[in-house]
C-alpha cells in the first residue's frame, strides 16, 4: 500500500490493464454464474461534438455514465457503454476556412486527441462500438432512412426560403447573419428561394401534443410548455374572400384570398386585408407599380426569423386591388404588410384593427379605419390607444355585428363558421406552427442526399445497391459558393 495517491502511476496501470484484458468489450450474451443471459443496460451517453479538446460539462457528462456502468456491472448487469462523434456540420466548415484545410483532416485530428483525453479518464467505453457520423459506414444509414422516407412520403421536396449570401454565393445559417448581414461579407441578405427536401414532421403534430400533454411523466412543466409552444396548436377559422382579380385571363387563386384568423367572431370588424410580401396578389400587384415592387424587395431583405418578424416596426404598402368581404360584400383593399409571414396559415391575414394589436399598430400608422365589433361591459373603447382588453375573448360580446350581436366568442365562431361554410368559403380549421423539417442545407461538410438530378428525367432517387453516396473529404470550404461546386471529380 503506497501512502501518497499518485494518479500517473496507479491510474495508468489500471488502464493498462483493463486494456490488456479488454475489460469493457460488450459481449451479447454474458451470464450469471447460474448459466441465466445477464440483464442488459445501454448506457449511452451524448456524443460529443468533436470540437477540439473535452471540456468540463464532457467531463461531468461521461463520468456520470461512468459511475452509473460501473455501479449496474457490479450488481450483475451486462452493461454496454459505446462511444461515437457527432461529427458533422457548421463548425468543421468555419475552422476549415480559418485553417485552411479540408473539414475532414481537421475533425478527425480532433477525434483523436479527444479520444486520447477520454481514455485518460479510464471511462468504461467498448471502443469496438464507437461510430463517427462523418463515415460513410455509418451515413450510409442516414442515406437509407432518407430513401425508405421518401418511399412512404414523408420525406418530399418543395421550395423553401434560405438566407442567401449575394456576394458569397452561399445560404447562411440564422447565426450566421448579423443585423440583416452575411458574417464574411457585409453583404445585405437577401430571402431566396430554393428547392429544399422536407421532412413531414406536421403529420405527427397531434401525436407530439399527446405526448407532450400526457406522456411524459416527470418532464418539468417548463418543457412541456416549451414544447407545446413550439408545436403551436392554434383552432380557428379558415375562410376566403373572393375576388375577380384576373392575371393572363386567369382567377388568381381561383379568385379566393384565404385567411386563417383565430377571431372569426370580429370578421365584421375587417377593416382591410394584408397579405405576405411573397404572397401571389403581391407579386401580381408589383408587376404594374415599381414602388410595390421596390417595398417588397426591401420586405425581403430582411430576417427569416420569426422572433425578429414579431418585434420589427409594421410597415405596409397598399396593393390598389380590392376583395369581397363574403359575409356583407362589402369592398376591403389588400395590403401588403412585413408582419404576415407566409409559412404560417395562408399567409395572408383578415384586418381587424379594433381588435387584434398588430393590425392596430397598422391602421394607426396608415390611417385606415378602425371598426369596433367587440364590446366588454364597463369598458370604453378608444382608437387612439391600444387596450388589452380589445382582444378580451372571455368577456366580449359582438357588437355591430347584425345578427351576430350579443354572441359571445365561442358561439359568433360557431355561427359564423356554419355561415361561411354553408356559402362554401370556410370552414373551422386546426393551424399548427410546427413547421416541417427543411433537411438539406445546402452546405457541404454533411451526408450527402441520395439523389440524382438527371437532366432528362429529374430528382431520381439513388438505389439502395448503391449505397453509400461518398462525399469527398478533400474540399477546402472558402466561404464562396460549395466547395462541392469547384471539384473536379
Ligand atoms: C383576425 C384577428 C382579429 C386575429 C383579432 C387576431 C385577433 P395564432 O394564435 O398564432 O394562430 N395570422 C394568421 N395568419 C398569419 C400570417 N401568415 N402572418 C401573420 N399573422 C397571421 O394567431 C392567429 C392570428 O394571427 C390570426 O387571427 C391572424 O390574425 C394572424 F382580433 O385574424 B387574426
Known amino acids: 500500500m503506497q501512502d501518497k495517491y499518485s494518479p500517473a502511476e496507479v491510474e495508468k496501470s489500471a488502464h493498462d490493464h483493463w486494456q490488456a484484458i479488454d475489460a469493457y468489450k460488450a459481449v451479447e450474451h454474458a451470464k450469471d454464474k447460474n448459466g441465466n443471459d445477464k440483464k442488459k443496460f445501454y448506457a449511452c451517453s451524448m456524443l460529443p461534438y468533436p470540437s477540439g479538446k473535452l471540456h468540463m460539462g464532457h467531463v461531468r457528462n461521461y463520468t456520470i455514465n461512468d459511475v452509473m456502468y460501473r455501479y449496474l456491472r457490479m450488481n450483475g448487469y451486462n452493461v454496454l457503454m459505446p462511444m461515437g462523434w457527432d461529427a458533422f456540420g457548421m463548425p468543421a466548415e468555419n475552422a476549415a476556412m480559418a485553417n485552411n484545410v479540408p473539414p475532414a483532416q481537421w475533425t478527425y485530428a480532433n477525434i483523436a486527441y479527444m479520444k486520447t483525453q477520454m481514455a485518460s479518464m479510464g471511462l468504461a467505453i467498448d471502443w469496438s462500438r464507437e461510430m463517427t457520423a462523418c463515415k460513410p459506414e455509418y451515413y450510409k444509414w442516414n442515406q437509407w432512412m432518407f430513401l425508405k422516407m421518401l418511399e412512404k412520403g414523408i420525406i418530399y421536396k418543395k421550395t423553401g426560403t434560405v438566407n442567401w449570401d449575394p456576394i458569397d454565393q452561399t445560404v447562411l445559417a440564422n447565426e450566421q447573419v448579423i443585423d440583416g448581414r452575411g458574417w464574411r461579407s457585409g453583404a445585405l441578405i437577401e430571402k ?219 358561439q359568433a365562431v360557431d355561427a359564423i363558421a356554419a355561415d361561411l361554410a354553408a356559402l362554401g368559403l370556410g370552414e373551422k380549421k386546426i393551424t399548427y406552427r410546427l413547421r416541417d423539417w427543411g433537411i438539406s442545407r445546402q452546405r457541404y461538410w454533411g451526408t450527402p442526399i441520395p439523389m440524382i438530378n438527371c437532366s432528362a428525367c429529374g430528382a431520381v432517387p439513388v438505389p439502395e445497391k448503391d449505397l453509400p453516396v461518398v462525399l469527398p473529404e478533400d474540399c477546402v470550404p472558402d466561404g464562396s459558393g460549395n466547395p462541392l461546386n469547384k471539384h473536379e471529380a
Not at 425581403?300 to 420569426?306: A, H, Q, R, T
Not at 359582438?398 to 365561442?410: F, R
Open 192 to 410: 431566396r428561394e430554393i428547392p429544399m427536401y422536407y421532412a413531414r414532421i406536421t403529420d405527427y403534430a397531434e401525436e407530439l401534443l399527446d405526448h407532450v400533454d400526457n406522456k411524459l411523466p416527470g418532464w418539468p412543466e417548463r418543457v412541456r410548455t416549451m414544447q407545446s409552444n413550439w408545436i403551436g396548436k392554434s383552432t380557428g377559422v379558415r375562410f376566403a374572400f373572393p375576388h375577380e382579380i384576373e392575371e393572363d385571363g386567369k382567377l388568381i387563386n381561383d379568385g379566393k384570398l384565404w385567411v386563417f384568423t383565430t377571431r372569426a367572431d370580429t370578421i365584421k370588424g375587417v377593416t382591410f386585408c394584408a397579405v405576405a410580401p411573397e404572397h401571389a396578389l403581391a407579386t401580381f400587384a408589383a408587376k404594374t407599380n415599381p414602388e410595390l415592387a421596390d417595398f417588397i424587395a426591401e420586405c425581403k431583405l430582411g430576417s427569416v426569423i420569426e422572433a425578429d418578424m414579431a418585434t420589427m416596426e409594421k410597415k405596409g404598402m397598399p396593393t390598389g386591388l380590392f376583395v369581397k368581404h363574403p359575409l356583407t360584400s362589402a369592398l376591403v383593399e389588400v395590403w401588403v404588410g412585413n408582419y404576415v409571414l407566409i409559412t404560417y396559415g395562408d399567409g395572408a391575414v383578415m384586418g381587424v384593427p379594433a381588435h387584434d394589436e398588430r393590425d392596430f399598430a397598422f391602421a394607426q400608422k396608415y390611417v385606415l379605419p378602425i371598426h369596433q365589433v367587440i364590446d366588454v361591459e364597463g369598458k370604453t373603447f378608444s382608437e387612439v390607444s391600444w387596450h388589452d382588453w380589445y382582444a378580451d375573448k372571455e368577456n366580449g360580446r359582438c357588437i355591430n355585428s347584425g345578427h351576430y350581436d350579443g354572441l359571445n366568442h365561442q
